[in-house]
């Protein structure tokens, strides 16, 4: 059964940080792309990056890149967002996921909540 659990979430303020982190069980890991995704209030669902099995390639939305960061130890089946200059309409639930966007971005752990305010 794949698990995923995300963590790191919090309140920062506009132009801080935070690192999220993923931990995955029940499926190969290394063989798999990863995705994080968001849901803002009232939103829906927004591809926010995703990085190859090999950890070669990181792809990013145009609204996050150059300011995320995401990366993933495959010795430790873990996937990091490094999240830096922050802005309000980064605010939402932050999920990892293996899946795409042709199937929802399923299956996806139970989030972490990202409150960017002042």
């Known amino acids: 059964e794949v698990q995923l659990m995300e963590s790191g979430g919090g309140l920062v303020q506009p132009g801080g940080s935070l690192r999220l982190s993923c931990a995955a069980s029940g499926f190969t890991f290394n063989m798999r792309t990863m995705n994080w995704v968001r849901q803002a209030p009232g939103k829906t669902l927004e591809w926010v990056a995703g990085i190859s099995p090999g950890d070669v390639v990181a792809d990013y939305s145009e609204s996050v890149k150059g300011r995320f960061t995401l990366s993933r130890a495959n010795s430790t089946n873990i996937i990091y967002l490094q999240m830096d200059s922050l802005k309000f309409e980064d605010t939402g639930r932050y999920y990892c996921?293996?899946?795409?966007?042709?199937?929802?971005?399923?299956?996806r752990g139970q989030g972490t909540q990202v409150t960017v305010s002042s």
């Open positions: 996921t293996t899946g795409a966007r042709y199937n929802n971005y399923q299956p």
